[in-house]
């Protein structure tokens, strides 16, 4: 997609092409109508040239009048190429969405991309494991029934704090690799990735109650309120970690 900048430019130069054109046809009527008319007199076809000539030039003097006039205004700045590449993605993302099985392919090139840059670091195995429990959920949602929205409406909440909690862990595991002084981030990140743990094993045990909820066994319903009230408890406790309330203060007497 141009840019404003682009688009500027591209009107100046066609206005400035208009007006050099317009001069070229002023320029050609006029010096025909002064050699005919004295040549062979005034008449019906020479008033026909008079006439060209004179709306020429009024076209003519128009046509610079514009381009000197959007000439004066200031030129749009070049566009930031970080803000041009994002657009040009989204916009080549939403061409590919339209084409069937087009959601589908974004999203799994969206999932690796991200398992790429988690390449090497101790979140990538949990990152890995949430993404296949993830996807097998999206399979299984149109068949559990609309007993089990809640569940569901629990286990996307879920799923996004622990992806948010992977992101934190992974910034927090590139920063100990500077040198000596992250060193210091070791036993939090420690918790962080014990939490994380926790958090994909208890989501995957959502997702196993789920399929069995979705091959009718008896066993799976209660399996399923089960890890659904064990997996709120989760994302409950990494909402809570991600806002700490802030300590009482003590009461003055």
Known sequence: MASERTKHLKRLRKLHRSARGWSVRAGLLTGATAILVPYSGLGLP??????????????????WIDFRA????????????????????????NLAQRLPGGRTAVAEFDRQRESFKLRGLTVAEPWRRLDRAATMLSGLIGRLGPHAESAVLDATVAERQLRDLAQRCASVERTMRLGPAGESLRPAHAILAEQLEQGVTAYEQFVTAAAGCVAEDNMAVGNLTDATAFLRGVAEGLADLRNPQAAPRPQTA
Do not use: H, Y
């Not at 205004?73 to 993302?93: G, I």
């Open 70 to 93: 959007f000439r004066a205004l200031p030129v749009p700045p070049e566009p930031d190429p970080a803000l041009t590449s994002a657009q040009a993605r989204d916009k080549l993302v």
């Open 46 to 63: 020479d008033a026909f040239w008079a006439a060209a000539a004179g709306g020429s030039i009024a076209i003519t003097w128009w046509r």
